[in-house]
């Protein structure tokens, strides 16, 4: 068994997780296990907390969940809107990867909508922020939006 003080911070002090991340936590289970509505509730929930207390990242992170379950089930414009408010809040955060994150689900939402032109600017605004990702599920998921963003664009040029 690790020694236990090997778990904690240095300084001593455990962080408990914000009452935003607990919503986002628990919205994220709910995605995963096909939970849709109950994901919607959470992570609404978590807006709502984040606004109330002046969270930009922790809203930007809420509304970026929003705009997945939105594309999730199909509403591409609703995902957009979504992606573009999370969007201000990462920037007004400072938060750079949650950046890249949002702007790739943008990307790929445009992409899904045959907005071609659109797509490849939320790409080119992601792109340069990927060589600062160390969390490499964000950077996975990230270059399979390039992926979905490219096949669209190759899908649209062959019908042209």
Request: overall charge negative.
């Amino acid at each position: 068994m690790p020694d236990e003080s090997l778990l904690e911070p240095p300084d001593g002090n455990v962080r408990e997780p914000s009452g935003v991340e607990r919503r986002l936590q628990a919205a994220t289970v709910f995605l995963e296990g096909g939970r849709i509505d109950d994901a919607t509730s959470e992570a609404r929930r978590a807006a709502e907390l984040a606004r109330g207390t002046g969270d930009d990242a922790g809203l930007a992170r809420a509304e970026n969940l929003l705009g997945e379950i939105a594309w999730e089930r199909g509403r591409w414009e609703e995902a957009s809107l979504l992606f573009g408010a999370a969007r201000e809040h990462a920037e007004a955060a400072g938060e750079g990867a949650l950046l890249l994150w949002i702007e790739s689900n943008d990307a790929a939402v445009h992409a899904d909508l045959g907005q071609g032109e659109l797509a490849r600017e939320s790409l080119a605004a992601a792109l340069p922020r990927l060589a600062f990702v160390d969390d490499h599920p964000a950077a996975t998921r990230i270059l399979r939006n390039l992926g979905r963003v490219l096949g669209a664009a190759d899908q649209v040029a062959a019908a042209d």
